[in-house]
């Protein structure tokens, strides 16, 4: 008997999606970021790298940890539960 795993894809997309959102809009809120964007006294400390640094690895970092987490959690739920013959 095969499983379906469409809930799992569809909440696998869900939790990528919200990261890849999520994680950018923290890391915009964050007052260190908001220095090196222009927050800073008379645009002192402004460092336009990072949006080609931090940005990108922020993008795919808040993209990959839901998944990673995810996929735990479904490898230790599918443990425990017996598999039917």
Same mark, same amino acid.
């Given at each position: $008997?095969?499983?379906?795993?469409?809930? &799992? #894809?569809? %909440? +696998?997309? !869900? =939790? @990528? /999606? /919200?990261? !890849?959102? +999520?994680?950018? @809009?923290?890391?915009? @809120? =964050?007052?260190?970021?908001?220095?090196?964007? +222009?927050? +800073?006294?008379?645009?002192?400390? $402004?460092?336009? /790298?990072?949006?080609?640094?931090?940005?990108? $690895?922020? &993008?795919?970092?808040? !993209?990959? =940890?839901?998944?990673? !987490? =995810? #996929?735990?959690? $479904?490898?230790?739920? %599918?443990?425990?539960?017996?598999?039917?013959?």
């Amino acid at each position: $008997m095969k499983r379906r795993a469409d809930g &799992v #894809t569809c %909440g +696998g997309c !869900a =939790l @990528s /999606t /919200t990261g !890849a959102i +999520g994680a950018p @809009s923290l890391w915009l @809120s =964050l007052p260190r970021t908001r220095r090196h964007l +222009g927050g +800073g006294f008379e645009n002192e400390g $402004m460092d336009w /790298t990072v949006l080609l640094t931090e940005l990108p $690895m922020v &993008v795919v970092g808040g !993209a990959l =940890l839901p998944l990673l !987490a =995810l #996929t735990l959690v $479904m490898r230790v739920v %599918g443990r425990r539960r017996p598999r039917p013959e």
